[in-house]
Each structure stands twice: as structure tokens, then as C-alpha cells.
């Protein structure tokens, strides 16, 4: 069985996550069940990152110790990802000792190999992006990310010989060019590279909530050079020899594109001097904006994931965040274009066509799978098309196709729907033509079967619920292949309405919520929030 070791970025647990920072999380939960029903063994990594100067003021704001703040913080982060169905293997803490034992390990190589020296260094500091800036990362004098001027810093620290690898990084990034993707974030990334890398400052003096340095105590890690080393601390880096060898290096990781440097140059550089394997992959995944504006935890313009899936469900959050924002590219959510796409999507287009599905298996056909069928019509038609579907869909995942997978998943949804319009079993029973409205139904529930294997990656409480109606197990074993009819004889049942429409409430403009609807009921399911969260 191919493994597949996959990790999303690491959260700051300086304030609760949000929208943004469940995108990230709901886009690679996709990723690794889609593995797991391809048959790779899958370990799936997310993760808190507490030695952050942001968690210590936070802390300190509180009147708190930095670390007990931070196991207060663990189950609002923990919380969501239950809350959203996210089915990582394992959750990583800085602060936890395994992590703490690799990090200082992995920094004892890294001094003996002579990339880490003792300078002063004065320079502009952004806290948000917890880094120095070049000139180059300024727009009218404030930090690109986060808008805020930088602090000009002058300070002894430690520093990693980054500039050392300059030419090492441009020429691994150029053989291999799947390194960094999707391509506007290998383009960006690659000149970066070819413009010079410069040494960077790994250590800092003025706090103590950190990992110190075995060769000076008096300093500790500074925060991206200790938490890159989750990726690795995690699977047993000198801690458990079988484990690391059988998951590093990772598949996949999955980041905003606000950190791609971090990841793409400086952790593979870090690796280099430690004789460790580069990771195969990273994937800078665009913003998520909110109302047309970028999402802000210091102004407060937030979207709370929680909004969503308590009167909604977890599903229609991960299906309007995945179908209508790409993978590769910053995306917006309204609540106009959510509840449309609820509407339409998910009550009208899957919900009818279940609905609509059973109630006339029961009526027609006693609520079982019928012995004789009658083939005809367009039944060959649907058939090739699911069989094309399953095909293409894999191909759009190869790709981290996110959207076009489940666009492509819908068509079948909807062709579905038109061969139930095409087929007419209604007006075929009044005819008495019991083999065809048998072939109907049997190709009907079968088809749906199919949908719900394919949604389960995405959708995995949706996909459960319909799976249960059509009698089928909660989780496919794997992705449908040729066309295979459900048995004669098969009992499926009505079950509860999948996706409530959504009835809009009118709302002054300005308003919290503006555009937010109620349904009856909660939805597909029950529930209970884009890179490094800063």
C-alpha cells in the first residue's frame, strides 16, 4: 500500500480560527480521503503553533502563562475541526515534548554543520508576519499581508546561513518543477531565489516562551525555525527511526500563499543542512475574502466558520468553499452567493434528486431494487456517463483540482436529474411498462450510490446520509470503477431532507449577516473554525 503524508500549516494560537483558516483545513481533508479511497496508507498532520511573540502578548494581555493560555486555545482549534468533520490523524503542539526533543535535535545538526552563527542585525520587523522585511515586501511603507508599518529592530542574534543555498534552491525548484505549485506560486517563489537569498535571524533574546538553544540559553528558537520542524517531529524525526522512514518525506504540504517562502525556501534549505529529504510538494493556496474584503483579525472583519455551520450544517460550508473558491487562486464569500449556491446545489440538484429517487422506488417498486429491468431509452447513455465521471474526477484530484472535481460531480448530479425528466417512469408505469420503470429505478439508485463515493471526499456527513438511505455501507471502500447495478432484491429507505432550502431574510445593508438565511431544519448535518493564521 503507497503511503501518503500530507500537513497543513500550523495555527497561531493567538486568537480563534477562522473562514480562512478552515479553507485550508476543509481543502486538504478532501486531498487525504480522496487517498484513502485510492488505497494509500494516509497520515494526515494539522497542528497549533505556540512560540510566537503574538501568543505571548496575547497571553500577557490575559493575565496569563503563555502555555496554559495556549491548552485554552487547543479545543476552540480542535473544536472546529470536529465540528467540520476533518479527519486528521494527528495534532501537533510546539509545546509538546516530542516536538521540543526534534526541534533541538534538528538545530544541533543544522550548528554543527557551520550554518549558524552569532551577528547583529538591524532591519524592519513585521510582528504579524513574525519576520524581517526587504523593501520589496512594502507597499507605501506598510507590511503587504497585514498592512501595518514595520518596526525597525536592532538586535544580536542567531542566524542561519540561508544565502548558502541560494543556488541549491533555484536549481531544485527548476529539475523539479511539481515542487512548488499551483504555477503562480513556483514562478514567484523561483525569483525570489534568483534575486539572493539572505541569511535569517533563528533566535531571539527578549522573550523566553520557546525552545532555547542548546549552544546559548539565553536565546530561544525564533518561531519559524522551530515550527517548520512540526512536519518532521511528528513522524518521529530522531525519535523513531521505522516511523520517519516510512512517512518522510511528506507528500504534500498545504499552505497559504502568504508563507510559501517560508516553506519553499527557507524549511527545504534547513533541511539540506540537516541531511534530511525535501519534502515533495507544496501548495500555496489563495485567500478567502469575506464580503469583497480580505479577512482581518485586527480590524475584526471575520467570517466565525460556526455561523455557517450551525444553522446550515458543516457540509454546506465545505461545499460552498471548495466548489466556489479554486484552489489555486484568492476567492470571496458572500452570503447572496452562498445561499444561491445552497439553493441550487445542494437543495434543489442533490436533494431532489435523492428525494425524488426513493419516493419512487418505494412507490413503484415496494422500496427495493426490482429483479426484472427492461433496458432502453437512455440508460446507456447515463451509464457511460457516471463511468466517465469517476475517470475524470480522478484526474482532477491528480491535478489538486478541487472546484473542477466537484463540478464535475455535479454534472452528474444534474444528468441525473435529466434522465429521470427523460425517462418519465411516471407516465411508464400508468403505461404498465414495469421493466423499463425497473431499469429506471435500478440505474437511478445506482447512479446516486456512485455520487455519494465520489462526494464522501468532500462531503462526508452528506455523502454518509444518502449512502444510509440507499441502504449502502457509511463509507465506500473505495471510488467506483465500471458500472455495477445494485442487487435485486436491495432495500433502501426515505430518510430525513438533506439540505432545507434556505428562506432569506431581508436585512438593512451593513447589516451583521447581511443576506443570511434560516432554514427549517439544520441542514445536512450537525455541527458544533489559509495558511499560518496571523
Known amino acids: 500500500m503507497a503511503k501518503f503524508y500530507i500537513t497543513t500549516a500550523i495555527d497561531y494560537a493567538n486568537s480563534n480560527p477562522h473562514t480562512g483558516t478552515a479553507y485550508e483545513k476543509i481543502g486538504a ?3 487525504a480521503r480522496w487517498k484513502r479511497l485510492q488505497g494509500h496508507d494516509v497520515y494526515f498532520l494539522m497542528g497549533m503553533d505556540e512560540h510566537s511573540i503574538n501568543v505571548v502578548k496575547k497571553a ?6 503563555p502555555e496554559k493560555y495556549c491548552d485554552g486555545m487547543e479545543p476552540k482549534f480542535t473544536g472546529l475541526w470536529k465540528a467540520l468533520n476533518i479527519s486528521y490523524d494527528d495534532f501537533i503542539r510546539t509545546t509538546e515534548k516530542r516536538h521540543i526533543a526534534s526541534a533541538t535535535e534538528f538545530f544541533r545538526r543544522v550548528h554543527a554543520k557551520g550554518d549558524i552563527y552569532k ?8 510582528v504579524g508576519c513574525e519576520a524581517y522585511l526587504k523593501a520589496s515586501d512594502l507597499m507605501d511603507g506598510k507590511c503587504k499581508n497585514h498592512g501595518t508599518p514595520p518596526q525597525k529592530i536592532e538586535e544580536e542574534n542567531w542566524f542561519f546561513r540561508l544565502s548558502k543555498y541560494t543556488q541549491a534552491m533555484v536549481e531544485h525548484i527548476e529539475k523539479n518543477p ?3 505549485q499551483p504555477e503562480v506560486r513556483r514562478n514567484e517563489v523561483l525569483n525570489v531565489a534568483k534575486d539572493g537569498l539572505e541569511d535569517i535571524s533563528i533566535s531571539r533574546s527578549t522573550f523566553k516562551f520557546g525552545i532555547p538553544l542548546t549552544c546559548d540559553p539565553a536565546h530561544v528558537m525564533y518561531v519559524w525555525f522551530d515550527a517548520l520542524v512540526n512536519y518532521i517531529s511528528a513522524v518521529g524525526f530522531a525519535s523513531d527511526e521505522a516511523k ?3 512517512w518522510w518525506p511528506a507528500d504534500l504540504h498545504v499552505i497559504g500563499k502568504d508563507i510559501t517562502r517560508f516553506h519553499c525556501l527557507l524549511w527545504p534549505a534547513m533541511l539540506l543542512s ?5 519534502p515533495r510538494q507544496v501548495w500555496g493556496h489563495g485567500w478567502v475574502h469575506y464580503e469583497g474584503e480580505k479577512m482581518s483579525k485586527s480590524t475584526g472583519h471575520l467570517l466565525d466558520p460556526f455561523d455557517v455551520i450551525e444553522p446550515h450544517g458543516a457540509d454546506a460550508l465545505r461545499y460552498f468553499l471548495l466548489r466556489e473558491i479554486a484552489w489555486d487562486r484568492d476567492g470571496d464569500f458572500t452570503w447572496n452567493s452562498f445561499i444561491a449556491r445552497y439553493n441550487a446545489d445542494l437543495a434543489n440538484d442533490i436533494g431532489n434528486l435523492l428525494h425524488r429517487t ?5 412507490t413503484y417498486c415496494g422500496g427495493a431494487v426490482p429483479a426484472t429491468t427492461e433496458p432502453g431509452g437512455t440508460d446507456a447513455d447515463l451509464v457511460a456517463h457516471m463511468e466517465a465521471c469517476s475517470n475524470e474526477v480522478a484526474a482532477l484530484m491528480d491535478k489538486q483540482d478541487l472546484s473542477g472535481a466537484l463540478t464535475r460531480i455535479w454534472d452528474a448530479v444534474r444528468r441525473s436529474n435529466s434522465y429521470i425528466e427523460e425517462s418519465q417512469p411516471w407516465a411508464l408505469n400508468k403505461l404498465g411498462k414495469a421493466g423499463r420503470v425497473a431499469a429506471v429505478m435500478t440505474n437511478l439508485a445506482t447512479a446516486i450510490g456512485r455520487i455519494s463515493a465520489l462526494l464522501h471526499p468532500f462531503l462526508p456527513s452528506t455523502a454518509e446520509k444518502i449512502r444510509e438511505q440507499l441502504g449502502l455501507p457509511a463509507k465506500p471502500e473505495r471510488l467506483p470503477g465500471k458500472w455495477e447495478a445494485l442487487p435485486a432484491g436491495h432495500k433502501v429507505r426515505e430518510g430525513a431532507v438533506l439540505f432545507p432550502r434556505i428562506e432569506t431574510e431581508k436585512k438593512e445593508a451593513g447589516g451583521k449577516g447581511q443576506g443570511k438565511g434560516k432554514g427549517k431544519g439544520n441542514g445536512a448535518d450537525q455541527g458544533g473554525a489559509e495558511g499560518k493564521s496571523k
Open 178 to 180: 511539481d515542487f512548488v
Open 244 to 246: 520517519f522512514a516510512k
Open 60 to 65: 500577557e494581555s490575559l493575565g496569563m502563562d
Open 358 to 362: 426513493l419516493k419512487m422506488v418505494n
Open 119 to 126: 551577528a547583529k542585525y538591524t532591519g524592519l520587523y513585521c
Open 29 to 31: 481533508d478532501a486531498i
Open 274 to 278: 540537516a541531511g534530511v529529504p525535501l
